[in-house]
């Protein structure tokens, strides 16, 4: 079966990587290196800085994890809701605008999965942060070349978007002028439309408001904005850090430690832990738990990319203004903000209920998916230069360690039956012959033999 199973994706992939790539322009990544504020969003924002004093000066101190919340997604001046800031005009380029490669693999990542729960009839994509709706693009034109591996299947795309800026990018990139808004702020689809396949494609604003049904959820660079709670260890015990008013400089705030226990520092920290600051995020922890849930119940599997690390790091929260580090309590609303994703507290808030691989690095990935040989077929079927050299440096930019290769993990949640042996049948039994679990691809290398 494990063999089998290779040359079924060995398939997937040789009939994707018969079609052509359109060439994208490599111009960076969202990284520490790459993250780019738009020059009509160069000054700073005195009502978000007046909004938030107002909040410490009625209700005290607040949060990192409610600063991050109310600076990047605040209804009416978040960061996020007020921009769209992807791209080459925007802040940041993520790995789907710098190659329709990376769609591609994860387009023949979810088939595969698909394909070892059995082929199920219904199929929902969820991607969560879904961007431009590049990657979401590149991933249905994957399902499109492979119709006939999908049969009868019913696919929908279903996108977990906050901001509405973003949202209307999404659906022309995906339906061009065929979506409409609801009508009804209660509707949970704040927009639906249809691709140019007939394939449905529903926003919401919340993962709870998806649907049940087998699915297959993406999270690319989603976690990673979601809101921290930071926590340093004292003689005391842990406390949590705090945003406060600088009463030494006007408009200006400042971190505090909190003097006694907040009910985070009490109920967040593991009781192993032994670092000295800790970044805790409660909103993924949440996250995780309803996807592992519906894993459960409902079948499927969930595939989260971002910049992170296992447990390991402490102080990542930052920010990005002009190709430079920002001061995080700088002219809040200016800038991006962001935290290295600890995929082990990931790990630890699914629990056992899913079967956690991961977190591995971009690079093994890819390369483990096909991404060499995709590039084989590119280059031999390339006879012009400029493009031939675009594909080299998209390539490099996606695997080299030095860039995107290694600052970016792969973690992945499955249904425990997709890695069981099948039950052994009834009788006498003379020898294990039961076919091993089929392998994952992406954490497991593609058998081409």
Known sequence: ????????????????????????????????????????????????LKHLTFKIKATGPITVAEYMREVLTNPVTGYYVRNNMLGPDGDFITSPEISQIFGELLGVWILSEWMG?????????????????SLASD????????KSVLGGCSVSLHLVE???????????????????????????????????????????????DVPAGFSVFIAHEFFDALPIHTFQRTPKGWREVLVDIDPEKQNRLRFVVSPSPTPASSALIQPEERRSHVEVCADG???????????????????????GHDGTKTDTFRGF??????????SP??????????????RTMAGGSVACLGPVTQKMFLKNMGIDARMEVLLRNCSDGPTRMQ??????????????????????????????????????KLEDKRPAPLPVGGFTEISFS
């Open 139 to 146: 991933i249905l034109g994957v399902f499109s070349q492979l």
């Open 1 to 48: 079966m494990r063999a089998c199973f290779g040359v079924k994706t060995q398939q997937l992939i040789s009939r994707v990587f018969r079609h052509p790539v359109h060439p994208s322009a490599a111009v960076g990544w969202r990284l520490a290196q790459s993250r780019l504020l738009s020059a009509g969003e160069s000054k700073p924002r005195p009502s978000m």
């Open 391 to 428: 594909l080299i440096r998209s390539y490099d930019m996606l695997v080299n360690p030095e860039k995107m290769g290694e600052r970016f993990l792969f973690f992945s949640l499955l249904h425990h039956s997709r890695l069981a042996r099948p039950q052994p049948t009834e009788g006498m």
């Open 321 to 330: 203004k002009g190709h430079r580090l920002h001061d995080v309590l700088s």
């Open 117 to 133: 729960a059995g082929r199920p009839k219904h199929l929902q994509l969820v991607e969560l942060g879904p961007g431009k709706g």
């Open 333 to 346: 609303g200016s800038a991006d903000l962001t935290a290295d994703v600890d995929f082990s507290f990931l």
């Open 285 to 307: 922890g949440v996250i995780v738990q309803q996807i592992s849930r519906r894993i459960v119940e409902d079948g499927g599997a969930a595939l989260i990319a971002d910049y």
């Open 162 to 208: 906050v901001s509405p800026a973003l949202s209307a990018v999404q659906a022309q990139t995906l339906t061009g002028s065929s979506s409409v808004e609801s009508s009804s702020e209660d509707d949970p689809v704040f927009r639906r439309g249809e691709t140019s396949a007939g394939l449905p494609v529903f926003w919401y604003r919340c993962l709870e």
